[in-house]
């Protein structure tokens, strides 16, 4: 069953070179609602929990140290077909294979360093949102 909401961060490489207010233009200007926003810095504890799924994985320790590296944009998203409409609009995880005017090829720096994070399914999108997110945050 899908849904109309999706999460996104707009990582720390972003926010640090100044393309936090681009990025979000180009979300709302991609028809997207933004129903909960909060500007805030991971802790390691809270980038290990919210990067749990990739433990075991070689680029853990640096996808944690990245994460915590400066502050983030969290946002719940709202639009018809919200997830697969966020991720076209993203484009793909290495910038160097992201289509032409998608965020990641705007604004990222390479394949570690890509400027935002977007939920790959309605699942994800939903316990993300949670992970950040109560109930009288989102509107």
Known sequence: MSTNRTFTMIKPDATANGHAGAILDQILKSGFKVVAL???????????????????????????DFMTEGPIYAAILEKDNAVADFRTLIGATNPADAAEGTIRQKFAENIGRNAIHGSDSDENAAIEGNFFFSGLERF
């Open 38 to 64: 909060k500007y805030t810095k991971l802790s390691v504890e809270q980038a290990q929990a919210f990067y749990a799924v990739h433990a075991a994985r070689p680029f853990y320790g640096e996808l944690v």
